[in-house]
């Protein structure tokens, strides 16, 4: 049964720039840990679907941060690496979810992490990175409401309304952390957490938003 669920984004700018946003994550993090979770794993958008054990290591080099978590070779995807550093490199086990996933399949993960007992959550998810037009994708007025629609979930522990996330418009919008929003509406399918939304911030024209559930 989820017990608690945090939604982080993913940019690797949290770590050494953006101080307040980081800020508002540990606290989203630190709710986590009060929840008292019998399992707690980090779930993130990546090329593939895949499930790391606590030892696996991630790196922020390739984006220009001489920053690593865990040892050995780095094979975490960025949004499991960004994840892993809000733990403050705590050996969690992580998985990955396909940005391409269905809803479907997302959801399906995400009662298969619930079904493990008292199961808590970081979710490393994205907005839109259509918000401006100086943003990393090409401004879309529609990128707006699609950001405040998802912000508003996160906020309320709407479940459903993640759910309900259309994968074809996410894409457009480019909205990375779609996949792994709706992996935590499927883990929260049942439950009755109240949601609480941290921070939303577009720095640069990326929707980042820090929020929790319990």
């Known amino acids: 049964m989820l017990v608690a669920a945090a939604v982080c984004p993913?940019?690797?700018?949290?770590?050494?720039?953006l101080p307040e946003?980081?800020?508002?994550?540990?606290?989203?993090?630190?709710?986590?840990?009060?929840?008292r979770p019998d399992?707690?794993?980090?779930?993130?958008?990546?090329?593939?679907t895949r499930a790391y054990d606590g030892a696996a290591a991630g790196s922020l080099r390739p984006w220009?941060?001489?920053?690593?978590?865990?040892?050995?070779?780095?094979?975490?995807?960025?949004?499991?690496?960004?994840?892993?550093?809000?733990?403050?490199?705590?050996?969690?086990?992580?998985?990955?979810?396909?940005?391409?996933?269905?809803?479907?399949?997302?959801?399906a993960i995400g009662a298969?992490?619930?079904?493990?007992?008292?199961?808590?959550?970081?979710?490393?998810?994205?907005?839109?990175?259509?918000?401006?037009?100086?943003?990393?994708?090409r401004y879309d007025e529609a990128a707006g409401p699609y950001n405040a629609l998802v912000a508003g979930a996160v906020g309320q522990a709407d479940a459903a309304a993640l759910a309900a996330l259309d994968p074809r418009e996410a894409d457009r919008l480019w909205v990375t952390g779609r996949a792994a929003l709706q992996v935590l509406a499927g883990a929260a399918e049942g439950t009755a957490l109240t949601g609480r939304l941290l921070m939303e911030a577009a720095p640069y024209g990326v929707g980042y938003f820090a929020g929790v559930w319990t």
Do not use: K, N, W
């Not at 508002?24 to 929840?35: E, G, M, Q």
């Open 64 to 107: 220009g941060f001489d920053v690593t978590v865990g040892e050995g070779p780095p094979v975490l995807p960025l949004s499991l690496t960004v994840g892993r550093l809000l733990l403050d490199g705590e050996p969690v086990p992580a998985r990955s979810v396909a940005h391409d996933a269905t809803p479907a399949e997302c959801r």
């Open 39 to 48: 399992l707690l794993v980090v779930v993130g958008g990546a090329e593939t």
């Open 10 to 17: 993913q940019t690797p700018l949290i770590v050494p720039r």
């Open 112 to 137: 298969e992490l619930a079904a493990a007992g008292r199961v808590a959550l970081l979710v490393m998810a994205d907005g839109s990175a259509c918000l401006t037009p100086r943003a990393p994708g």
């Open 21 to 35: 946003l980081r800020a508002a994550c540990l606290t989203a993090v630190a709710a986590l840990r009060d929840a």
